[in-house]
């Protein structure tokens, strides 16, 4: 069994910044993709993020290309994503996940059908 516990989500104004965390714990079974996805009220989940653990190689979402990071500590088997110039459209319960992923070029696409285990999710909400 996998878990992976988020933290870090909350409440910010428009332009804010916010770090989330998302810890690994238990048989991960080698699965090279980690990532984070958002979904807000009456929409479909969207990929935000991924981060391959052998190749270190990211995918982002357009849309958060150049304000948000994601970054890992593989000894703490722990996943960060680091948010920038945040905008009310991106308020969301943001998840994480980890799986095999669809990997291509030694990177993790941002397909959310690929991974296996999902964590309980963190709030965030951005103010105008």
């Known amino acids: 069994q996998v878990q992976l516990v988020e933290s870090g989500g909350g409440s910010v104004q428009a332009g804010g910044s916010l770090r989330l965390s998302c810890a690994a714990s238990g048989n991960t079974y080698n699965w090279p993709c980690m990532g984070w996805f958002r979904q807000a009220p009456g929409k479909e989940r969207e990929g935000v993020a991924t981060?391959?653990?052998?190749?270190?190689?990211?995918s982002y979402a357009d849309s958060v290309k150049g304000r948000f990071t994601i970054s890992q500590d593989n000894a703490k088997k722990t996943v960060y994503l680091i948010m920038n110039s945040l905008k009310p459209e991106e308020t969301a319960m943001y998840y994480c996940?980890?799986?095999?992923?669809?990997?291509?070029?030694?990177?993790?696409?941002?397909?959310?059908?690929?991974?296996?285990?999902w964590g309980q999710g963190t709030q965030v909400t951005v103010s105008s």
């Open positions: 981060i391959h653990s052998g190749t270190g190689s990211t």
């Open positions: 996940a980890i799986g095999p992923g669809f990997v291509a070029s030694g990177v993790c696409r941002l397909d959310g059908r690929f991974f296996i285990n």
